[in-house]
């Protein structure tokens, strides 16, 4: 896209050029072309043919051939016979794009023409040399006048900078406006009126601190910054169509309690990094690590491997790097250190990985529940480079081998994991055998109940066709009574039958599977001294024998279907005849099935049917070796990456505007001396993110005010967009906020954790965190969309729109209307107790809503609308009724002024202040 901006507006210039007949500005026209087109192979990342083209002296010089250029003879510069294939051949060439235009080779051409002028430029540094491919290094702490404002290092860095620049820091914040913004800064949700009225009353010194404290060990704080990272960490639900999978997979939301659980346990972020590349490895048997391998499960799609394949290596490059490798996968990076061959080797550390879904106690149907994990399915499996990222062009001449960019440093140690045997056959896990023998011993129970039922009830319709039968013996009418008595006693007899075989069937059920699981222990070394070839003997004897029980029944069902058919067979009746043909075919199958099972059981074989299935027995150890290649001190992006994330969500602005590419594109942190520091501080502390949090929001600057003053203006002269922040940005809740702290605030938020995912439409009338509803392609709730929630595909950074729609959900759907209403009833018991009710009111509804109270005129204009609205509603003959409009579950009340606080608070939760974090 940049490239193509480029050339358009080099494009555009030349008409006017043409007509004017100015010179050509190098620097202006000609310097974009060539960055887009030509910097890939020429420049100072890479030198094809010895020739740089990344300054107008260098062009000139030229490479291996000589000049490029001939200033004043563009026909015999070099450059203008390769971008025009008059020397044969055609520079870019063929498979790195379309050739210049015409319009571009006409203004290189008149440059040339005129002299080749360029102003003296430096040589661009080597692209490896770029700052955030250096380690970090903690920086002094500067020493500056403002002193007095600064609580800890991040204000010195932040003083020193206002104070190079002639910036004066913003005043602290109301105490309520600080509350709020830290209580959602940390938990998502506003504080209660008691909360705000407690701390507006705690006079110690340490009162804010003691609320960041008691935020930061509360599990809503897990629960919000899980959010946060899940955008960063692409988290998805399963979608697909109707029940198809064909992105993620089914009970991912495991993954998505893994996070909240672990920022809520300060697990550190090197640890959490690990586990989700390669918690298989690093914990096979825990299914709580096993969890985080979310990350990359969440990668899975049906139709492509390539395609999974390359959303898991641009997306671990972008989250946890901050570097962009996606584009390399066809060509060398135009402007980063990373060649195509680099993408592959990069690509050849998950090119073993596949996704499975283990078996979790209580459920043995992985449709209904279970763990989706990764584990490496195929580690022989080759890498070849893909020519031009074409997967019908892969280059098989050589298997390229694991590894990492070598600009960012040091290479993979890679290490084979050798794998307990519930990770590769998990199977044989212990309550997984256990659950299964009790499934089997219940099945026997419930056949023997049956059969005794079966039996009673023989016995039963033998006695009653006895009493019958001795009844038309002493003279009784035999009629319809000892005919239906004759069709009892028959069908119970058959019943009976089916029954005692499956009874048989499921102790030999039993039989076999205590075989097998007797077998596989032998197999896999669980039984010391155990004859491994007699008990596999053993357990195919015994699923031989199981498969005779089985065809045994099989043909007991299909000779009783076949003489219910009989007896139902009408001649001339079509359906009736084809009953019958289809009961003699099952009857048939089951005698053939018969026969074979009987001839299976005289063949001794140690054969039989595993319990499940076998994975490799080793893992390769690429993904760890990634993993502790990223968390490594040396590694340059990872720490940084990290703290860039948070500090952005404290402050609403990062320190490295571009999240995901620290790339030469993008500009340099506008405080790298802070980022570096807090990247060490991130490391010296265990990588612990709640010690980062405490100390980002504890510090002066995260307590400024966001308003500006006169007192300001001076600021805003030399930094409007307040890119140094010597004020607080005010931000607009995320989308997820704003919904939870509607039914929070009405007192109606569910705070249960965790869970399987819910419905997204049951998102208005649920109460439940918005976290907890399924985010998927195609599957979000429409309230979290229209508020701009997170992109399922890609979101390092939340947008902020200001769309009509918005407004108008906030004010007519029904979760606001029913919450309103809920609020407003009680708040008007509160207030009822009040001499001045409406006063009061008005008073409670802004502290609950807005966390803040009213200013005088607020109560005025408020205590106006109540009293007109109210009014206005004892007239309801005079009212319009509308059609349509959100479908309540709280009926509006029928007294006006009771109807009247309850628009109030309506009107509260579209305040501005409502959704906006001051």
Known sequence: MNRVLVLVVAGALLPRIAVAGDAVDFVAQIKPILSARCYACHSALRQQSGLRLDTAAMLIIGGDSGAAVEPGKSADSLVVQYITGEAGVRMPPEDEGAPLSDAQIAIIKKWIDEGARAPDEPTPPDPRDHWAYQPPVRADVPTVENAAWVRHPVDAFLAADHESRGLAPARAADKAVLLRRVYFDLVGLPPTRDELAAFLADESPDAYEKVVDRLLASPQYGERWARHWMDVWRYSDWSGYKEEIRDSARHIWRWRDWIVESLNADKGYDRMLEEMLAGDEIAPIDPNTLRATGFLVRNWHKFNRNTWLEGTIEHTAKAFLGVTMNCCRCHDHKYDPISQSEYFQFRAIFEPHDVRTDRVPGEADPLKDGLPRVCDMKPEAPTFLLERGNELRPDKSQSLPPGVPKAFGSELKIAPIELPIAAYYPAMQEFAIQEDLAKAALQITNAEAALTKAQADAEAAQKKHADLTSGVANGAEDGPARESAVKTLDAAVVAAELASKQLETARGAHASLTARIAAEKAKFGLSLGADVEKLASAAGKAQRQLTLLQAQEMQIVATQELSRANTALKT??????????????????????????????????????????????????????????????????????????????????????????????????????????????????????????????????????SATSDTLAGNIEIDRDNKFLWRMNPRRMEAEAVRDALFYTAGNLDLTRGGPDLACDLAPKTPRRSLYFRHAYEKQAKFL?????????????????????????????????DQSRVVARKLSELASKDSEPDQAFVQLAFEQILGRKPSAAEVGECGTFLLSQAELLQKPDQLTTFAGGAKTSVEASSDPVQRAREDLTLVLFNHNDFVTIR
């Open 572 to 705: 001339e009746d079509a359906v009736t005849r084809d009953a019958v043909t289809a009961a003699e075919k099952k009857v048939a199958d089951a005698a053939t099935a018969l026969a074979a099972a009987h001839a299976a059981l005289a063949v001794p074989t140690g054969e039989y049917q595993p319990l499940g299935v076998e994975s490799p027995r080793t893992s390769t150890g690429r993904r760890l070796a990634l993993a502790r290649w990223i968390t490594d001190r040396k590694n340059p992006l990872a720490a940084r990456v990290a703290v860039n994330h948070i500090w952005l969500r404290h402050f609403g602005s990062p320190l490295v505007d571009n999240t995901f590419d620290f790339g030469l594109r993008s500009p340099q942190s506008r405080n790298q001396p802070l980022l570096d520091w807090l990247a060490i501080e991130l490391m010296d502390h265990g990588w612990q993110m709640k010690h980062i949090h405490r100390l980002l929001v504890t510090s002066s600057a995260y307590r400024m005010k």
């Open 785 to 817: 969309e229209l508020f701009d929630g997170a992109s399922v595909n890609e979101c390092y950074r939340r947008s902020e729109s200001v769309v009509p729609q918005q407004a108008l959900a906030l004010a007519n759907n029904d979760t606001s209307r």
